[in-house]
């Protein structure tokens, strides 16, 4: 039952989410063949590549020694856990538009040990990854969804969820020149030019990478926060206010920027294909409890990593910033606030016209 799988999660309630619900919730008549037809009942498949924020590490661990497991199966972008009322994640709400969608992440793994994708689902992300590890990971989704049996790979339209460079960022002051904004839009730029040549029918959510800084403020003197110190040490160890900090906030807003000048140049963009950039975690800071304090509930014993609850308001991020259009994409401040869905346009035609509004922008 849910409350053996996670106690932490459901405490001494059984709850349940609400369900939710749209005015339209089909698929298109016709298989779409542009992108900017896309409704998302019209989504067969479901992946996610990244590092340990989207392997979900930690995500129930109701301690330090819980840290080594991957509980991919709530992950924010594509957890398979139950249903929407269970556990929010986008693969949770797509299927509420389409209950048969491919390869929702259905395990737990453990950090380190091989696992199939029986238990990883197309949740193909990798703790630890830097970006330079990335065109790998990359070539691995894509020989695993050209040989995927029940999914046709020229037919089915499929969503991609990219996050990567966080570790970059926080291996910075090892290796300037491996972690460098260069190189790490060099290697995001070899990856995303893969997926554009090899694979039809695709829409990738690239999440812009977060604000780091934030993190040193999430420290409740635990053993669990010293690991923070080991994961994220070029971040963590800086004095306030020092050169070695400053270098590094102003890499992490450097890669925000080459990830903007990126997509902003329509190099992703055709018919059948698009790259969107969603940057509703581009300035979120930690959350904050009443007295202003860092809200612990959001995170795992590590003081690094996202408890259930971070993944289901980073999985609503997702879904709102994949229906607001450029330009009007909500930025989260510091999720004070929970995250309120919103439902996709209704596409219309428009008279006398063939093109119409993009549904996920």
Known sequence: SLTQDFP???????????????????????????????KPADIKVIAALGDSLTTAIGANASSVLGIPNEYRQVSWSIGGYGTYQDVITLANIVRLFNPNVIAPAPKRTVNGKPATLKETGFNL????????????????????????????????????????????????????????????????????DMLYNEIPRMIVNLVEVLDMEGLREVNDGSIGCLLQRSFCSCLVRP??????????????????????????????????????????????????????KVDYSFFAPDCFHFSIKG????????????????????????????????????????SHSSSTKPVIK
Request: proline share 8%; net charge negative; charged share 25%.
């Open 239 to 292: 004095d306030t206010g020092s050169p070695e900090l400053e270098e590094l906030i102003e890499l992490n807003h450097e890669f925000q920027r080459r990830m903007e000048q990126l997509i902003g140049s329509g190099r992703y963009n055709k018919d059948d294909f698009s790259v969107v950039l969603q940057p509703y975690l581009k300035k979120a800071k930690p959350p904050k409890d009443e007295s202003g």
């Open 311 to 350: 993944h289901e308001e980073l999985a609503k991020g997702l879904w709102n910033n994949m229906f607001q259009p450029d330009g009007e994409k909500f930025e989260i401040e510091n999720f004070s606030e929970p995250i309120e869905l919103i439902c996709p346009p209704e596409v219309r035609e428009i």
């Open 8 to 38: 932490e999660k459901i405490g001494p309630q059984n709850y349940k989410h609400p369900l939710f619900r749209c005015p339209d919730m089909s698929p298109s008549p016709d298989v779409p063949t542009s992108v900017q037809r896309v």
């Open 125 to 192: 992300a990798v703790t630890g990854h830097n970006t330079y590890e990335f065109i790998q990971q990359t070539r691995h989704l894509i020989d695993t969804l050209k040989n995927y049996p029940g999914l046709s790979f020229e037919e089915d339209w499929k969503l991609l969820t990219i996050l990567i460079g966080n570790n970059d960022i926080c291996d910075y002051c090892k290796n300037k020149t491996l972690y460098s904004a260069d190189s790490f839009i060099h290697n995001l730029t070899v990856a995303l």
